[in-house]
């Protein structure tokens, strides 16, 4: 069920207006709180739908149904029982499109991401004695290695241009705030010493034949 949750998250990424993932860690480096944040409309929705219907992935047979960005009751029935993960908060609005705000709470950072799929959008930690270096690297040729998603997106531009406009231009927003000092950083921006966010498009994902890499350590 977690593979299904990581699939929904990282298509929504592709396919949605705009997604925000906050993260904060507590003065352990360990335990901290993750925000995710994504709005779409049904233009975009319908496109998710028609996405996650016709592609098939490796981490599920069955058939996803994006009806649970769209529920704050189904997301709850599908999120998975781990101990490195608690569900705090669920918040999906409907009054335009659908907004939605996810709160997780997790005990072992470290841990918790070895659970996600490393062919999915991988966010890596590695421990160098008492510093972290936390990087994630976004690879269309991992991603997309058939080219499916890309040819997908492509032929929306056939159809309708201005839906092929929403997509390519669709944003994700990363913030980390941590109780040290950032030492070093690549690809990001320093608010201040412990606070970095970076962002980018669907656009630089599909132009961009090198890699997009965002690192930083603190």
């Known amino acids: ?45 319908q496109v998710l739908s028609m996405a996650l219907g016709s ?22 029935e599908s999120f998975p029982l781990n101990e490195n993960f608690k569900l705090k908060e669920v918040n999906i609005q409907t009054e335009k499109g659908y907004s939605g705000k996810i709160v997780i709470q997790f005990n072992d950072f470290e841990e918790a ?18 510093h972290y270096q ?27 241009e201005a839906i092929y406009a929403k997509l390519v231009n669709s944003s994700f927003d990363f913030e980390l705030k941590t109780s040290h000092s950032i030492l070093e950083a690549k690809g990001v921006k320093l608010l201040n010493k412990r606070q970095a966010i970076y962002s980018f498009q669907i656009k630089d994902m599909l132009s961009q034949e090198d890699p997009l890499v965002f690192s930083l350590r603190f």
């Open 1 to 45: 069920m977690l593979k299904k949750v990581t699939v929904f998250v990282i298509i929504t990424l592709i396919l949605t207006g705009c997604y925000t993932q906050k993260i904060s860690l507590n003065n352990d480096k360990k335990s901290g709180t993750m925000v995710i944040e994504y709005q779409m409309d049904d233009d975009q929705f």
């Open 113 to 130: 991401l070895k659970l996600i799929p490393q062919n999915s959008i991988p966010l890596n930690i590695k421990k160098e004695n008492q």
């Open 134 to 160: 936390l990087s994630q690297t976004i690879d269309m040729r991992q991603l997309d290695p058939d080219g499916y998603l890309k040819e997908f997106i492509n032929q929306q531009k056939e159809f309708d």
């Open 55 to 76: 592609m098939q992935t490796d981490f599920s047979q069955a058939t996803m149904d994006p009806i649970i960005l769209t529920d704050s009751d189904l997301f709850k």
